[in-house]
């Protein structure tokens, strides 16, 4: 029998007990320049994640992992499934412009000293949300088993391999063996779609509470509380949709026009084969180059590893109230240093790969 509260029938929402956390949904409001032009780059974020993860769930029913046939089913799904090749794209320029989001995104929070107490955490969640999308790269570059992400990938556990102490192991858990094979294919799928995933999400919540409790940092020159506020049920949701859906469309034409590439079927032996660095590892890569033998263990763990710490312990650090650039000039100085150094080093890469492919 039907319940009833009052003189009133009980709700299917009652029923199901959700009547509470949907009132607080549209109870809830949020700063009006949540979405503003210059600074929705987390919504972006988010918006780039919901299509990869949409995207990647499609390409996943059609996909093999076993080097056998890892290849004739990404082929498959490119060229004879039904808008499989503009899936592919969204998710190929997905992950490119999700990395450059990300960095705008990473630069305008510390401009505007988004870090400054009491949102240290909400700084620090979103850092380590940053160094996980990378892993999916890393993770995904794998599975079509084509000659660029099979030795991108060789090139990858190389340099992993020369971590002190956990290098060997790390590799060895990674492969499963002494070569990249079906074993390390599997295991970089399953960590693919199901680990960071999982991760991702735990991290993104974790990120959006510190959010909902200490809000988004408000402008330079304006009170916070005499900042507008609207609801973010349905006003931000919609706006979120309307961000969704042109951004799904963008990168759709993209993919329509200029499809995603497909390299020859992974070939172990052909060593001759030189991958080509992406774009965003290019200065690590030059890291590497340049501290060779003994000393490669400074630019592939001392300097990136110092270079993530520093990002991570910033807000406590910096800890002062000021968040105005013209007033944070040692911080400002110290991060345009590492700005230019990481270009300068990314434009060396870049040369001399283009040397070593153009002799």
Do not use: C
Request: net charge positive; proline share 7%.
């Amino acid at each position: 029998m039907n319940k009833t509260i009052g003189n009133r029938p009980e709700t299917w929402l009652e029923r199901l007990a959700l009547d509470g956390p949907v009132t607080r949904l549209k109870t809830f409001e949020v700063a009006a320049d949540a979405l503003a032009w210059n600074r929705f780059f987390g919504a972006l974020q988010l918006v780039l994640i919901v299509l990869l993860f949409l995207s990647g769930a499609f390409m996943a029913f059609y996909y093999s992992p076993a080097p056998g046939s890892a290849y004739d089913s990404v082929d498959y799904a490119l060229f004879s499934v039904p808008f499989g090749d503009i899936i592919k794209g969204i998710h190929h320029y997905g992950w490119n412009l999700l990395l450059i989001v990300m960095g705008l995104h990473l630069v305008r929070g510390f401009l505007f000293g988004a870090y400054k107490p009491p949102r240290q955490l909400v700084w620090v969640s979103g850092v380590l949300i940053m160094l996980i999308i990378p892993l999916f790269i890393i993770t995904g570059d794998l599975l079509p088993w084509d000659q660029k992400g099979y030795w991108s990938t060789q090139v990858r556990l190389s340099i992993m391999g020369s971590f002190p102490v956990i290098g060997d192991f790390m590799v060895r858990l990674l492969q499963g063996g002494p070569l990249t094979g079906i074993v390390a294919l599997t295991r970089f799928y399953v960590l693919h779609i199901v680990f960071l995933p999982g991760l991702l999400v735990l991290l993104l919540i974790i990120h959006f509470h510190f959010i909902r409790h200490r809000g988004l940092a408000g402008p330079l020159t304006q009170d916070n509380s005499l900042r507008k506020t609207v609801p973010f049920f349905p006003t931000i949701v919609n706006r979120w949709i309307v961000l969704f859906l042109g951004v799904a469309l963008i990168l759709g034409l993209i993919s329509w026009y200029w499809p995603a590439p497909l390299g020859d079927p992974a070939d172990p032996t052909d060593s001759t084969y030189f991958p080509a660095p992406e774009w965003w590892v290019l200065f690590l890569n030059q890291l590497v180059t340049v501290f060779k033998g003994s000393w490669s263990v400074i630019g592939s763990v001392i300097i990136p590893g110092g270079l993530v710490g520093l990002l991570v312990a910033l807000p406590f650090i910096d800890a002062s109230p000021q968040r105005h650039p013209v007033l944070r000039k040692k911080a400002m100085l110290g991060a345009a240093m590492i700005a230019i150094a990481l270009f300068v080093l990314s434009i060396m890469g870049y040369l001399e790969h283009f040397r070593a492919s153009h002799p």
